[in-house]
Nanobody, 124 residues
Framework: QVHLVESGGGLVQAGDSLRLSCAAS????????MGWFRQAPGKEREFVAS????????GYADSVKGRFTISRDNAKNTVYLQMNSLKPEDTAVYYC?????????????????WGQGTQVTVSS
């Protein structure tokens, strides 16, 4: 069992940066791959980034590649999403999610545990 709590969202202007954090409880955190997803109003939840158990492998959606960076600190049971050069189209609720496997994945159905989400709003 993994319990996830996101933090770090807020209201920023276009071009600003934010760092989201996801604190995990449960002894299995270091053995699971993690992901970030987002859902904008009226849209389906979409993949943003993922990171393997060790942190050696990452993956990104094309829309955020080069601007967002996912990382993790297994000693702190925390995964991060550094978001730079934010755009209004990045506005969404951002969710942290955990798999049962060690490798990265982009599909929602590959993730078992989900946080409650944190709102990110980017004004133009």
């Amino acid at each position: 069992q993994v319990h996830l709590v996101e933090s770090g969202g807020g209201l920023v202007q276009a071009g600003d940066s934010l760092r989201l954090s996801c604190a995990a409880s449960g002894r299995t955190f270091s053995s699971t791959a993690m992901g970030w997803f987002r859902q904008a109003p009226g849209k389906e939840r979409e993949f943003v980034a993922s990171i393997s158990r060790s942190g050696s492998t990452t993956g990104y959606a094309d829309s955020v590649k080069g601007r967002f960076t996912i990382s993790r600190d297994n000693a702190k049971n925390t995964v991060y999403l550094q978001m730079n050069s934010l755009k209004p189209e990045d506005t969404a609720v951002y969710y942290c999610a955990a798999r049962l496997l060690a490798t990265t994945a982009r599909e929602i159905y590959n993730y078992v545990y989900w946080g409650q989400g944190t709102q990110v709003t980017v004004s133009s």
